[in-house]
């Protein structure tokens, strides 16, 4: 007996097959994720909003403000006991996760990840973690979308439009940047730009900030007017500013990395989340505009109004004096990376957009301030558009995302006043980081190992093909203690290929090939049938394919190289198979017509 729900399911999809061509259901989905996914945004921004008016409005404010050192590691031991008592998974951090289901999952993603982020990124900024809430909303969107593909037995070229419709959708609704969110699919998923790929994008972004509008109304998360307008004099300042944001930008990613890899050595989760909460907690201590997301710090900046931010700082210095403030700025900018850093080691959820906008706008101000500062100079340099155009810099540095950094502006503004100026400083700080990472923050890791799916089609369809696809076990094996007529009689008379492992009896492990073009006189000399052994007979192979370790992009380089037609696969030292370049070619071709068929 069918149920309710699978009765008007199968009635939905006969309905659908009747009335919808393909394109047009993709898109209806398209519709359905950009809504989800700005319910979800608004869902994640109200209850973190809820916890710390909580605990920043009420307890820290009327009760003591020591509870600074105590809130991050009470919120990463109630993350950890979300994560095992109630999700039972791991919740994985911002955008990389999502990476990773394209490369190697096919688009599909585990079901938790659809409600995860949203349980446990409210709690980690909340009790003052010190990241944002877009990575999360961002990776709860597209775990929604990989539901709903999979609702609907959608292929894998539109499960990762899917995906990319999520992003674009999440940050839509975030900033109310509808372009900027299709500008940062585009780049941070390597979507190819047809028309096809943009109008699905479109109008997810839209669904996404038509609900932000729906529920927040007007406004904005960084309401920031514009100084005047663009003045060449000031296109000096603005080379320069790229010049800080790219070593910045490499400075931001060199201590993500670092911190990562310490709390990387300590196996137990108790122990990293001690640790993590007290350096946070020290941190925020020290300086309380690290707590959370750090928005108002950025509003307040752009405002000219920083005692609002830095009035609280425990050293009680006198906010009067410009290069006080220009210290604590710079001590905020410098830091912000190591608490958010840290908050990833603890164990805490979510992602680096903000921390990044935070550091990359306390960074554009500070270094407008210090201009400032100098009397020799015939003018003064608008804080509010060096606060921006020092975001573009940061986000341009770290992301590799020149145009998501200079429409996100340009949407926030509302006008194209700081257009120029924010492509000038975009091209700089993108220069100088791209020397020192060659990846973004995003897609280092995969980009290391050869899984990152990008534009280069070529290299997208490698990454997507599966080595279990290409591997052919019906060569028939040699052993090293057999001769010729074992030879002859076990595997060149039962085999259709003319090429043959050979194998140490008891290891199983691949000793050398037999090859039988090099065999072919022999094997009608019968009186050499007991005297030849396979070791008289065989030789190293060209080269080995190790399963697990090599990818299809060094498996490719490989054929190339050696000029090979079949290469052997091994595993920890273990005969797995054979890799032909025709089985190769023949699977590469499939999936290149699948990748690209948009039906």
Same mark, same amino acid.
């Given at each position: 007996?069918?149920?309710?729900?699978?009765?008007?399911?199968?009635?939905?999809? &006969? +309905?659908? !097959?009747?009335?919808?061509?393909?394109?047009?259901?993709?898109? =209806? #989905?398209?519709?359905?994720?950009?809504?989800?996914?700005?319910?979800?945004?608004?869902?994640?921004?109200?209850?973190? %909003?809820?916890?710390?008016?909580?605990?920043?409005?009420?307890?820290?404010?009327?009760?003591?403000?020591?509870?600074?050192?105590?809130?991050?590691?009470?919120?990463?031991? =109630?993350?950890?006991?979300?994560?095992?008592?109630?999700?039972?998974?791991?919740?994985?951090?911002?955008?990389?996760?999502?990476?990773?289901?394209?490369?190697?999952?096919?688009?599909?993603?585990?079901?938790?990840?659809?409600?995860?982020?949203?349980?446990?990124?409210?709690?980690?900024?909340?009790?003052?973690?010190?990241?944002? #809430?877009?990575?999360?909303?961002?990776?709860?969107?597209?775990?929604?979308?990989?539901?709903?593909?999979?609702?609907?037995?959608?292929?894998?070229?539109?499960?990762?439009?899917?995906?990319?419709?999520?992003?674009?959708?999440?940050?839509?609704?975030?900033?109310?940047?509808?372009?900027?969110?299709?500008?940062?699919?585009?780049?941070?998923?390597?979507?190819? =730009?047809?028309?096809?790929?943009?109008?699905?994008?479109?109008?997810?972004?839209?669904?996404?900030?038509?609900?932000?509008?729906? @529920?927040?109304?007007?406004?904005?998360?960084?309401?920031? &007017?514009?100084?005047?307008?663009?003045?060449?004099?000031?296109?000096?300042?603005?080379?320069? #500013?790229?010049?800080?944001?790219?070593?910045?930008?490499?400075?931001?990613?060199?201590?993500?990395?670092?911190?990562?890899?310490?709390?990387?050595?300590?196996?137990?989760?108790?122990?990293?989340?001690?640790?993590?909460?007290?350096? =946070?907690?020290?941190?925020?201590?020290?300086? $309380?505009?690290? /707590?959370?997301?750090?928005?108002?710090?950025?509003?307040?900046?752009?405002?000219?109004?920083?005692?609002?931010?830095?009035?609280?700082?425990?050293?009680? +210095?006198?906010?009067?004096?410009? +290069?006080?403030?220009? #210290?604590?700025?710079?001590?905020?900018?410098?830091?912000?990376?190591?608490?958010?850093?840290?908050?990833?080691?603890?164990?805490?959820?979510?992602?680096? @957009?903000?921390?990044?906008?935070?550091?990359?706008?306390?960074?554009?101000?500070?270094?407008?301030?210090?201009?400032?500062?100098?009397?020799?100079?015939?003018?003064?340099?608008?804080?509010?558009?060096?606060?921006?155009?020092?975001?573009?810099?940061? *986000?341009?540095?770290?992301?590799?995302?020149?145009?998501?950094?200079?429409?996100?502006?340009?949407?926030? !503004?509302?006008?194209?006043?700081?257009?120029?100026?924010?492509?000038?400083?975009?091209?700089?700080?993108?220069?100088?980081?791209?020397?020192?990472?060659?990846?973004?923050?995003?897609? *280092?890791?995969?980009?290391?190992?050869?899984?990152?799916?990008? &534009?280069?089609?070529?290299?997208?369809?490698?990454?997507?093909?599966?080595?279990?696809?290409?591997?052919? !076990?019906?060569?028939? $094996?040699?052993?090293?203690?057999?001769?010729?007529?074992?030879?002859?009689?076990?595997?060149?008379?039962?085999?259709?290929?003319?090429?043959?492992?050979?194998?140490?009896?008891?290891?199983?492990?691949?000793?050398?090939?037999?090859?039988?073009?090099?065999?072919? %006189?022999?094997?009608?000399?019968?009186?050499? /049938?007991?005297?030849?052994?396979?070791?008289?007979?065989?030789?190293?192979?060209?080269?080995?394919?190790?399963?697990?370790?090599?990818? *299809?992009?060094?498996?490719?380089?490989?054929?190339?190289?050696?000029?090979? +037609?079949?290469?052997?696969?091994?595993?920890?030292?273990?005969?797995?198979?054979?890799?032909?370049?025709?089985?190769?070619?023949?699977? /590469?071709?499939?999936?290149?017509?699948?990748?690209?068929?948009?039906?």
């Amino acid at each position: 007996m069918k149920t309710t729900a699978q009765r008007w399911y199968i009635k939905f999809l &006969q +309905w659908k !097959t009747q009335y919808l061509t393909h394109r047009q259901f993709i898109l =209806l #989905l398209c519709v359905l994720v950009g809504v989800a996914t700005g319910f979800a945004a608004l869902a994640m921004r109200s209850l973190t %909003h809820f916890i710390e008016e909580v605990l920043v409005g009420n307890i820290i404010r009327y009760i003591n403000y020591g509870f600074y050192v105590v809130f991050p590691a009470v919120g990463f031991l =109630l993350v950890y006991l979300v994560k095992k008592y109630v999700i039972r998974k791991d919740v994985s951090h911002g955008i990389p996760s999502i990476l990773y289901a394209v490369a190697k999952q096919k688009g599909i993603m585990k079901r938790f990840q659809a409600y995860g982020s949203l349980l446990t990124a409210p709690i980690t900024i909340g009790f003052g973690g010190s990241v944002g #809430l877009e990575g999360p909303m961002v990776v709860t969107g597209a775990g929604i979308s990989s539901q709903i593909a999979r609702l609907f037995h959608i292929n894998q070229s539109d499960r990762m439009l899917l995906l990319a419709c999520a992003s674009a959708a999440a940050l839509a609704a975030i900033f109310k940047v509808p372009l900027a969110g299709i500008l940062f699919a585009i780049e941070v998923f390597g979507l190819d =730009l047809t028309l096809w790929s943009l109008l699905p994008l479109f109008v997810a972004s839209l669904s996404g900030v038509l609900i932000s509008y729906l @529920f927040f109304g007007n406004a904005a998360l960084l309401p920031i &007017q514009v100084s005047g307008s663009f003045l060449m004099r000031n296109i000096p300042f603005y080379l320069l #500013l790229g010049v800080v944001g790219g070593f910045m930008s490499a400075y931001f990613t060199f201590v993500y990395e670092w911190v990562n890899r310490f709390f990387a050595r300590f196996s137990s989760p108790y122990v990293r989340l001690l640790i993590g909460g007290a350096v =946070l907690g020290l941190l925020v201590f020290l300086m $309380p505009p690290l /707590y959370g997301e750090g928005h108002e710090v950025i509003n307040h900046l752009k405002e000219g109004h920083p005692e609002l931010s830095l009035g609280d700082n425990i050293f009680g +210095w006198d906010l009067h004096n410009p +290069w006080v403030i220009i #210290l604590l700025l710079a001590g905020l900018a410098f830091s912000k990376v190591v608490a958010t850093s840290v908050t990833f080691g603890a164990g805490g959820v979510g992602g680096i @957009f903000s921390p990044m906008l935070f550091m990359g706008g306390v960074m554009g101000n500070c270094f407008a301030r210090i201009i400032n500062q100098i009397e020799w100079l015939p003018h003064k340099l608008p804080l509010a558009n060096f606060t921006l155009i020092g975001m573009t810099a940061l *986000m341009t540095g770290v992301l590799h995302a020149p145009l998501t950094a200079i429409f996100l502006i340009a949407e926030v !503004t509302g006008g194209y006043a700081l257009f120029v100026p924010a492509m000038v400083t975009a091209v700089i700080s993108f220069s100088i980081a791209k020397y020192f990472n060659k990846y973004s923050i995003y897609t *280092m890791e995969l980009g290391r190992k050869g899984e990152l799916v990008n &534009q280069d089609k070529d290299q997208a369809i490698l990454t997507l093909m599966d080595m279990g696809q290409v591997i052919e !076990t019906n060569f028939v $094996p040699v052993y090293t203690d057999m001769n010729l007529k074992g030879v002859v009689y076990e595997a060149v008379r039962e085999s259709s290929r003319n090429i043959f492992p050979v194998l140490d009896r008891e290891k199983g492990s691949l000793e050398g090939v037999i090859l039988l073009d090099d065999i072919r %006189h022999l094997i009608f000399e019968k009186e050499l /049938y007991e005297k030849v052994s396979v070791l008289e007979m065989m030789q190293p192979p060209p080269a080995l394919i190790h399963m697990g370790v090599d990818n *299809m992009n060094q498996v490719m380089d490989k054929f190339q190289s050696t000029g090979a +037609w079949n290469l052997p696969v091994i595993k920890e030292g273990k005969y797995i198979g054979f890799i032909s370049k025709s089985k190769l070619l023949t699977v /590469y071709r499939r999936k290149l017509i699948y990748f690209s068929n948009n039906k």
